[in-house]
């Protein structure tokens, strides 16, 4: 058992938020449902937790109900292998009324905010104060990460 398990909050969409990220991920599963029971708090039979792994990373949805809401203060990184990886996942996460942030930043359908982050950005992000300075540039004015025009920013390609 993972000893740190991040816990995401609905109001009843749980398991569907749950079904959507598995979809999403190679590797992912929804591993147990528990219902409410006659004790409630909310109705019985309603879905109160969905565990499921993401990529072999653990996760507890729960339909908690109530006015509570996300903010970008805490949210999901997704390191990518690639831009094909960054663009797939960011319009998956983006539709049915996802919402773009900045800076690789977006909240999906159900509020959860996210970060979809090419991986090789990383090393734009280091070195050469000058390069770092061209790619961060570059970033900021990005909503989506486009690693090949942080990349050309980087080695000083665009003006």
Not at 19 to 36: A, G, R
Not at 121 to 142: C, H, I, P, W, Y
Request: hydrophobic content about 40%.
């Amino acid at each position: 058992m993972q000893k740190i398990v991040t816990n995401l909050w609905y109001d009843t969409q749980a398991e569907e938020a749950a079904e959507f990220y598995c979809s999403l991920f190679p590797d992912s599963k929804i591993t147990n449902v528990q219902h409410y029971s006659e004790a409630g708090p909310r109705e019985a039979d309603l879905v109160m937790t969905v565990d499921f792994e993401l990529g072999g990373q653990q996760f507890t949805a729960i339909n908690g109900g109530g006015d509570y809401h996300y903010s970008h203060a805490m949210s999901l990184l997704i390191n990518c292998d690639s831009q094909a990886e960054v663009d797939r996942l960011w319009a998956a996460l983006l539709a049915d009324g996802g919402q773009e942030i900045e800076c690789g930043w977006l909240n999906d359908k159900y509020g959860v905010p996210w970060q979809v982050w090419p991986a090789e950005a990383n090393a734009l992000m280091v070195g050469d104060k000058e390069a770092v300075n061209r790619a961060m540039k570059a970033m900021l004015g990005m909503r989506k990460i486009d690693v090949q025009a942080m990349r050309d920013a980087y080695e000083g390609k665009v003006s």
